[in-house]
């Protein structure tokens, strides 16, 4: 069984702002008039929900993600959205959903789906991209970024050298890496194969250096290694991964756009 990870909603926050700068990138490409509705698939602590609120003034935006403390963390962040529960003339109708992806049941399709960080962490894309079309109007978007094949080999080597070590061997015996860095190709298949009629997709290298690399690491790309260990091991773990990589820590990311039309 591929390892499960939890998220904190509060922390993620905090240290996601090398994620936040990939994103809003990626918003910038969703061509919007300002009255769609749009569908934020995996939103995270909300920081680039708040984002896509302000591309539809007059639209609705529907946020959700599977963990419940970033569920937690978005209503928070967007609490001032949330306040009356729906649209006027002039304000975007927000809702923040907690949901399973390869669920995905809208009660209305929407115009567009915007998801960033988000789709690696589902293994079945298949089943996913299915769910996403579902969710769209005929004619509908999808602008997605996610990691995509050779995202963090190099940071993720560093890790296994760790891993390997006697002090650590036994607890990774049954670790199975819970993420799907899929290629472009591939993914162009599994698009269309979904019932897209159109799909685009590329990769494209952005490292990045997180203000707060132990943090960043922990929460977000070591996250799965990490709680996989016993209290006692996590930091003597992150320790040692910190000091193979040495200064300053570069995220060596390998990001999979995705643009596709229903």
């Not at 539809?56 to 419940?68: H, K, N, T, W």
């Not at 992806?101 to 079945?124: G, I, N």
């Not at 015996?173 to 298949?189: C, I, K, M, S």
Request: aromatic content about 6%; glycine content about 8%.
């Amino acid at each position: 069984m591929p390892a499960v990870r939890t998220w904190d909603g509060r922390e993620y926050d905090r240290v996601s702002g090398p994620m936040e700068e990939l994103a809003l990138e990626v918003l910038a490409r969703v061509e919007l008039g300002g009255d769609e509705t749009v569908l934020d698939a995996g939103c995270g602590s909300g920081r680039v929900t708040e984002a896509l609120i302000e591309r539809v003034p007059r639209g609705r935006v529907i946020a959700i993600d599977m963990s419940d403390s970033m569920v937690a963390a978005a209503r928070g962040r967007l609490e001032r959205f949330l306040a009356d529960g729906g649209a006027s003339a002039n304000r975007t109708s927000v809702e923040v959903l907690q949901g399973d992806l390869l669920e995905l049941e809208l009660r209305e399709r929407v115009d567009a789906v915007f998801s960033t960080a988000t789709f690696h962490w589902v293994r079945d894309h298949e089943r996913l991209f299915e769910r996403v079309h579902a969710a769209l109007r005929p004619g509908g978007r999808l602008v997605a970024q996610c990691g995509g094949e050779g995202n963090i080999t190099k940071l993720r080597g560093r890790a296994r050298e760790v891993i390997e070590r006697d002090r650590y061997r036994e607890a990774f015996a049954d670790f199975e890496p819970p993420w799907n860095y899929a290629g472009a190709e591939t993914t162009r298949e599994r698009l269309l194969g979904a019932g897209f009629r159109w799909a685009e997709c590329w990769l494209e290298q952005a490292p990045k250096e997180p203000a707060d690399p132990r943090a960043f690491l922990s929460e977000i790309v070591l996250g799965p290694h990490v709680q996989h260990l016993p209290l006692e091991l996590r930091e003597p773990f992150m320790d040692e991964v910190l000091e193979l990589l040495g200064e300053p820590v570069v995220v060596d990311y390998v990001r999979l756009n995705i643009d596709a039309v229903a």
